[in-house]
């Protein structure tokens, strides 16, 4: 998120999805449950404009939760 940040002049936050997928074949990916984000800034704690997306993604059903764990933060 602090790369793309640099870069572009809108607020970035870091989101984990938890997906159940699998490849069924090359190039067929089969999706088989959940989606769910978590959204935060862990070095800022919880603001107004997260607090606003958890609440905008949960309205549309989608599950989304707040977290303070660096898990949101991490490179992959």
């Known amino acids: 998120a602090k790369t793309i940040a640099a870069e572009i002049n809108n607020p970035v936050y870091p989101v984990v999805v938890y997906v159940a997928t699998a490849m ?13 984000l978590l959204i935060g800034q862990p070095e800022l704690g919880r603001s107004n404009a997260v ?14 939760e707040f ?10």
């Open 24 to 36: 069924q074949k090359p190039w067929h990916v089969k999706h088989y449950g959940r989606g769910d």
């Open 51 to 64: 607090s606003a997306l958890v609440q905008l993604f949960n309205q549309a059903q989608i599950k989304t």
């Open 67 to 76: 977290s303070e764990s660096s898990k949101c933060g991490r490179s992959f």
